[in-house]
Structure formats: structure tokens, C-alpha cells
């Protein structure tokens, strides 16, 4: 039964705006833990539960009103200095957030909440009431284990779970998680495996926005008590009313001018085709191709959005990872309000997240470790966004440890992803690139919790759907630098249209470097395959009639050389007819292999616009 039958509308709505609401407070947290005496940030922040309570009040969530109500207490009294902010009391409040945002998950399934845990509430109280906080709250969120710099004694197998440390590891890790330690790494209360566990799985929960689809073990309780928060693609934008009014007056405009040219169609069909009639068609046309242009980039700035309302979810992850692993992170953001289109920002999330836990988990050493380098206790972790031209640039850099090219290119061929004769030839870029290879880890390089590079092919895999490009650089004992080259949309894509037969085929152009003609005297055969020398660089020629399965009817006379990541090859096809910025419709019913999609040419015809990737992959696999 629906516990919010005929209210799904409201629901919704309270939703949207308190997941919002939820995550600018945790992004003042973050801020009032570096100001603890800053009024204004205790104002904001009371205000915020002040308003999360009031709509869960009206949707009778009844156990999210306790919490945001005691939450919101404390801050009166904070704001009010009739409390002082500590770290304990910090991690109590991260703690309630942490719950605010579990109850958030059971309402989107339609489910009433559950209760906060008992040692939430008590310690709550007891900050209002005064009294010395408990011990097992603070830890809920994994924020106080153990503290930096300090390690946890490991335990031995078999143990209960309350260690001799006096944390009680498996509460914390399915706190953390949902999932239960013993199901993860057995009865160990070693809390080096810990932390590896915490490090794999914290940051692909809820609370940094994937979906309870997308996590096995995770169960659905009756009053929504086991479902975490999450965070599904809304189907809804908000636009400034501004974007809408120049909308409204381009469509009007165009309107006017569709009248016109009827009127001169009329005129035409008439035999009315003396010269000033003939000049005012051309002009009324070239003012609706002026228009069409506006009213197409209009509509597009009201799919932008910026994209601070991303990155603002990071700093809880970077803080809550490196105080479990014993650092100490500060993750600044630069460029949130760079806007990009509100799809790309939602299918950004993954990667990012795997990205910033990289940097935090792999990409910057613990304290002793910086010290004995000469280097600040705290590492810094910058996540910035700017656009350039036609593209967003994303970037991720710390001041860690750094990568060795060497080390990379000797592990990738002792894993055997490459050979030793490819690997003489890659240069310092090349080689760090070798992490972006599936399978590709270097666990033993650093510690038993290591591991960048360790599901960077998915990263990869996930920025190359959205058209975009992943370079790294790194120097080692100074730091990393990951850069993520996106298009500003993916609702008009620029492509190169080629012919086969009589059939078009659309490339995006954003992977292609040069047109070249080809001739049966340039090709040459290497182990059976057809290559090309271009500028002294050999390139396999791959037939796009053989990639889609058709006959091939006459030797191909144009090769498209193309860059998809890390290999370039040559496309050939029978020619190609000029290149144009078309909207891409999605085939849902029915999608052949190797096509991403669908779009009509200006001259009428269906082109089918290729899925690169998809295509490289049967390649890959003979």
C-alpha cells in the first residue's frame, strides 16, 4: 500500500526543493566546521531543518519532524551561544544529516521513514540538555574513525563485534554502507580491511547519489527503515523566467514570420515572381534561419544548469573519507556556477565520485607520510569547472603523492594488458594513460588499501558516452592532475556525415582530426590487416561498410582519420557529404548495433549517427 496515496505530486515537489535544501546545509557544515563562531552560518543552517520539518510535518513523516526538530534546537542554542560548537558535537550533526538524507530515500519510494538509530537521538538530547556525548553516534558516519593521524588496533578473527578500541566496527561499516561487514570481509576486525571496504563502498551509496538499483544487498523495509537516500534523475528543471520570456518572444517572432512567407508563397503561386518578390522570400528566409539559430540556443540555456549543484555534494565525501582513512582533506571547489547541460551534470555524478574517493582514498598520503616529505598535514584536493570555447573543462588535482609512469607501464605489462614491445613505445602521457586500461591496479605499489586506476576504465567508458575526453597528468611526489574535456550539450551534436551506397552515416566530429582521400597503392597489409602511413604514423584502416556488416560494393575512396581516447584510426567509406549540428533522436524500440541514434539531413534524408564505441568493441574482440 502507498503510505502517501493522492499526495504523490506534494511529495515530489517537498522532495526536490529539501534535497536541495539538504545539501546546501551540508555544504555551510563543511564551511561553519572551518567557522564554527560564524552567525550567519548558523542561521542559514537552522533554517534550513527549520523548513525540512515543516514539509515533513505536512506529509505526517513523523520520525523526520523528531530528528529535524532536535537538529534544529541545537541550532537555536548554538546560534544563540548557549552551546559551543565542538568536533565531537560536529560529527553528531553529520550524523543527523546523514539520517535526514536515509529518511529522504524511504520517501521517494513512498514509504513513511523510520526512526533515527537510538544513539542519533540520545546524543542529540544530551548536546541540548548538556550533557557529555555518547560514543557510538559521532562514529555513525564514519567521521571520527579513527581520528587523523591516529590507527585503530586490529583485532583478531572471531571477535565480537564491539573491538577492544571500543568501536563497534560492524555497526559503523553498515552504517556507512548497508551492507553488513561479516558479509564483506568476513569475521576480521582488522581495521585495514575496514577501511578498504569503507573505501570501495561509502562513496557509491545514496548519500553521494547512486541508486538503490544499482547496489546489491540492499533491501527495501516496510516503513523504509534499510532504504537509502537516493537521488534519481528528475524529470523536471527549474528556468529562470527570464530564459522563458526570450523563448515566448522568439517563438513569436517566428510566427510572424511564417505568415510572411505564406503571404509570398501565396504571391508565388500566383505568378507574381518579379524581382522584389523574389527579394523579399530571401530575406524572410534568411531571418527565419536567424531566428530558428536563436530560438534553438534560447531553448538550450534553459536545459543549462550550474554546476556547483554537483560538485557542493563532494566536500562531505572528501570529509567523511579522509577522517575514516586518518588524513586530513580539504576539497575546494572552483567554477561552480559554469553551466552545462542539466543530463550531463546527472550522468556526471559516478564518475566524479570515483574521481574525488581516488584522490582522497589513493592520490594523497596520510599525515606522517606528508610530514616525513616536508610537506602541509593538510592535502589539498581542487575540483574546478570552466568552459572553454564550446567546451566545459573539469578538472581534479591534488598534491599527493603522485604517479610514476614507469612503475604504471612495468605493472600494465606484468598484468599482460600490453606487451613489451608496446609498451618501449609509449612516452610519459601514454603511459599514465595505461590506468584507464580495465584490470589495471597497483595495489602493491602503495598499501593494502590502494589501488588508482582500480575502475578508471569505467570512468572512462562513462565521460567517452557523453562525447567527452580524459587526460591525466602526474608528477610524482607532487601530485595529480586529472582534466575531463566536455561538450556543452549533448542535445545538438556536430557531426561529419559520410556516404555508404546510398545510405548516410554520421561521425561526431569531435573525434575527427582530418579527411583523407585514400588509394589502393597507400595501403599495406599488416598481420592481415589493412593499415595506412600518415606523416610516418601507421593506422589501421577499418572499413565502415565491414564494422556494420554490409557488403562491401566498391573500394572505399575517403578514410576519416579519428581519435577515440588513446588510438587513432582511419574510417573509410565510399565519400562523404559535408558536416552539419544535428539533434540526435534516441531509436527506444528498436536499436541496430552500432547506432547511437537517428537525425534527418537538411536535404530530407535519415542519417544514422554511429556508436564508435560499440563498433571498436567487435573490432577489439576478433
Excluded at 301 to 329: C, E, H, N, W
Aim: hydrophobic share 40%; glycine share 8%.
Amino acid at each position: 500500500m502507498n503510505d502517501f496515496a493522492g499526495m504523490e505530486e506534494l511529495l515530489s515537489d517537498f522532495l526536490m526543493e529539501a534535497g536541495e535544501m539538504l545539501s546546501d546545509v551540508d555544504s555551510k557544515l563543511m564551511d561553519l566546521e572551518k567557522r564554527p563562531d560564524d552567525s550567519k552560518l548558523l542561521n542559514e543552517i537552522f533554517r534550513g531543518f527549520h523548513t525540512i520539518k515543516g514539509g515533513a510535518g505536512f506529509l505526517n513523516a513523523s520520525e523526520l519532524v523528531t530528528l529535524c526538530h532536535l537538529t534544529e534546537n541545537l541550532f537555536d542554542k548554538l546560534r544563540n551561544r548557549e552551546l559551543t560548537l565542538s568536533a565531537e558535537l560536529m560529527d553528531v550533526i553529520f550524523a543527523a544529516t546523514a539520517e535526514v538524507r536515509r529518511m529522504f530515500g524511504a520517501l521517494q519510494q513512498s514509504l513513511q521513514p523510520a526512526a533515527a538509530p537510538a544513539e542519533i537521538l540520545e546524543n542529540l538530547k544530551s548536546a541540548l540538555d548538556g550533557r557529555k556525548l555518547g560514543g557510538k553516534a559521532q562514529k555513525a558516519e564514519g567521521a571520527h574513525i579513527p581520528a587523523p593521524g591516529a590507527t585503530a588496533p586490529a583485532a583478531q578473527p572471531g571477535s565480537s563485534a564491539q573491538a577492544p578500541d571500543g568501536i563497534d566496527w560492524n555497526a559503523l561499516y553498515t552504517a556507512l554502507t548497508g551492507t553488513d561487514i561479516v558479509a564483506k570481509v568476513g569475521a576480521t576486525r582488522d581495521p585495514e580491511k575496514i577501511a578498504e571496504a569503507i573505501s570501495e563502498e561509502k562513496s557509491t551509496k545514496e548519500a553521494f547519489g547512486r541508486r538503490t538499483a544499482d547496489v546489491p544487498g540492499t533491501t527495501v523495509g516496510r516503513r523504509g527503515g534499510d532504504v537509502p537516500a537516493q537521488e534519481a534523475k528528475e524529470s523536471t528543471i527549474r528556468v529562470d523566467t527570464d530564459r522563458l520570456d526570450q523563448v515566448l518572444n522568439l517563438s513569436g517572432e517566428i510566427g510572424l514570420t511564417k505568415n510572411r512567407l505564406t503571404h509570398l508563397r501565396s504571391d508565388l503561386l500566383q505568378g507574381h515572381n518579379e524581382a522584389n518578390t523574389l527579394s523579399e522570400l530571401d530575406q524572410s528566409v534568411t531571418q527565419l534561419d536567424m531566428l530558428v539559430v536563436n530560438l534553438q540556443n534560447a531553448v538550450m540555456k534553459t536545459r543549462m544548469q550550474p554546476i556547483g549543484r554537483l560538485f557542493k555534494k563532494y566536500p562531505r565525501l572528501a570529509r567523511d573519507l579522509a577522517r575514516s582513512l586518518g588524513k586530513d582533506v580539504e576539497l575546494v571547489l572552483i567554477g561552480e556556477e559554469t553551466e552545462m547541460d542539466k543530463t550531463m551534470i546527472e550522468d556526471l555524478n559516478d564518475p566524479l565520485v570515483h574521481l574525488v574517493r581516488n584522490a582522497v582514498d589513493h592520490g594523497v598520503e596520510t599525515i606522517e607520510k606528508r610530514i616525513a616529505a616536508g610537506k602541509p598535514e593538510k592535502s589539498i584536493v581542487e575540483l574546478s569547472a570552466r568552459q572553454e570555447g564550446d567546451h566545459i573543462l573539469i578538472t581534479i588535482k591534488d598534491d599527493g603523492r603522485g604517479m610514476r609512469p614507469d612503475v604504471i607501464r612495468n605493472k600494465a605489462v606484468e598484468k599482460g594488458l600490453i606487451t613489451n614491445e608496446v609498451a618501449n613505445t609509449l612516452d610519459e602521457n601514454q603511459c599514465l594513460e595505461l590506468i584507464l586500461l580495465p584490470g589495471f591496479s597497483t595495489k602493491e605499489e602503495i598499501s593494502s588499501v590502494s589501488g588508482r586506476g582500480v575502475g578508471m576504465d569505467v570512468v572512462k567508458t562513462n565521460i567517452q558516452k557523453l562525447n567527452g575526453v580524459i587526460s591525466i597528468q602526474s608528477e610524482p611526489d607532487r601530485g595529480t592532475l586529472i582534466t575531463i574535456s566536455l561538450p556543452l550539450t549533448l542535445a545538438i551534436l556536430p557531426v561529419l556525415i559520410l556516404r555508404l551506397g546510398d545510405q548516410s552515416f554520421a561521425v561526431p566530429l569531435s573525434m575527427v582530426r582530418e579527411i583523407l582521400s585514400i588509394t589502393p597503392d597507400q595501403l599495406q597489409q599488416v598481420s592481415g590487416r589493412a593499415t595506412m602511413v600518415v606523416r610516418g604514423e601507421v593506422l589501421p584502416v577499418l572499413p565502415l561498410a565491414q564494422l556494420i556488416g554490409w557488403e562491401q560494393g566498391v573500394v572505399p575512396e575517403v578514410g576519416v582519420l579519428m581519435q577515440f581516447g588513446s588510438n587513432s584510426f582511419i574510417l573509410s567509406a565510399d565519400g562523404f557529404a559535408g558536416h552539419d549540428d544535428v539533434v540526435i533522436k534516441s531509436l527506444d524500440t528498436f536499436r541496430p548495433k552500432g547506432v547511437a541514434g537517428v537525425t534527418m539531413s537538411s536535404e530530407g534524408d535519415i542519417v544514422l549517427i554511429l556508436d564508435i564505441k560499440e563498433l571498436l568493441s567487435d573490432v577489439r574482440g576478433h
